[in-house]
């Protein structure tokens, strides 16, 4: 068995926010958008409100589990897409929650994992608005949570003392009322 998806020449997120560092914060949010629009499924490139199309698809939701810069795919005019799915079991509980199949399917060393997660909890799709919080804030900081500490000691920090990483430029680089 094998997926096919386009070729992505200009890499992912992860990458990208490496070389570039911190985007305007018009780029910024555009870049969110195409994440909450633009997602792969199963090798289809879907234009329903990306991660709600996941999140409200019938009958059975799709939690995604594993959103982080190097699972958002960066197209040839600019836009983010988010891939990288297929990788979690989930074993549903009720209507909207979920808990892993295989504890070991997630990276404990992944500082994009909400704790629920991490500490192998029942959930629900809020943990990728987690993730995506996470994201968002590397960003518009540009750099990861709680940079320099290594992404094992983040992953502690987020999920085991509950500490989140402090905004610190969104106060003073125009952006959006209601953003801050």
């Not at 992505?8 to 780029?27: A, I, T």
């Not at 897409?81 to 209507?95: C, D, E, M, R, T």
């Not at 295989?102 to 990728?128: M, T, W």
């Not at 960003?139 to 320099?148: D, R, S």
């Amino acid at each position: 068995m094998m997926i096919v998806l386009e070729y992505h020449p200009k890499g992912d997120l992860g990458s990208y926010l490496q070389k570039k560092g911190r985007l305007s914060p018009s780029k910024a949010l555009r870049f969110a958008l195409d994440i909450a629009r633009h997602i792969f499924f199963s090798g289809y490139f879907l234009v329903c409100r990306g991660m709600n199309y996941l999140h409200e698809c019938k009958p059975d939701p799709i939690i995604h589990c594993d959103l982080k810069p190097k699972n958002i795919l960066l197209d040839c005019v600019g836009q983010l897409k988010v891939a990288g799915f297929g990788l979690v079991k989930l074993s549903k509980l009720s209507p909207t929650k979920v808990k892993l199949s295989q504890a070991a399917s997630i990276d404990p060393s992944n500082l994009y994992v909400a704790p629920e997660v991490y500490k192998d909890e029942i959930f629900d799709r809020s943990i990728d608005a987690f993730s995506f919080g996470l994201v968002l804030y590397e960003k518009i900081e540009g750099a990861q949570p709680f940079h320099p500490k290594t992404p094992e000691e983040v992953a502690k920090m987020i999920c085991i003392e509950g500490m989140r990483p402090p905004f610190k430029l969104i106060k003073s680089k125009g952006y959006p009322t209601d953003l801050k």
